[in-house]
């Protein structure tokens, strides 16, 4: 089994900072790649940004220039550094990895998920 474990979310002012780690622990062989989706009451979960294993990165529309997301392979971490943050940026922001773990037999790829973290950017 595979653990996310996310902090750094919390009470910000618009305009203010946050940055949200996510760390994978457990049976990990290796991680394909690691990312942060969000989802606000009565909507769908969304992208908000991706860093695969070889680095590439994507970020939703909606917070290019303002959001970065980066990693630490060796600490298995994938961090989100959110800069001007709105209200609209108000969510709860899950972290997401796709691992790679041997079960014994073969090497398996499953898909994990965080328990969350509330961002509230509000005055």
């Known amino acids: 089994q595979v653990q996310l474990v996310e902090s750094g979310g919390g009470l910000v002012q618009p305009g203010g900072s946050l940055r949200l780690s996510c760390v994978a622990s457990g049976s990990i062989f290796s991680i394909n790649r690691m990312g942060w989706y969000r989802q606000t009451p009565g909507k769908e979960r969304e992208l908000v940004a991706v860093?695969?294993?070889?680095?590439?990165?994507n970020l939703a529309d909606s917070v290019k220039g303002r959001f970065t997301i980066s990693g630490d392979n060796a600490k298995n971490t994938v961090y989100l550094q959110m800069n001007s943050l709105k209200p609209e940026d108000t969510a709860v922001y899950y972290c997401?990895?796709?691992?790679?773990?041997?079960?014994?037999?073969?090497?398996?790829?499953?898909?994990?998920w965080g328990q969350g973290t509330q961002v509230t950017v509000s005055s």
């Open positions: 860093l695969t294993s070889g680095g590439t990165t």
């Open positions: 997401n990895a796709e691992v790679q773990s041997w079960s014994g037999f073969t090497y398996k790829t499953r898909n994990y």
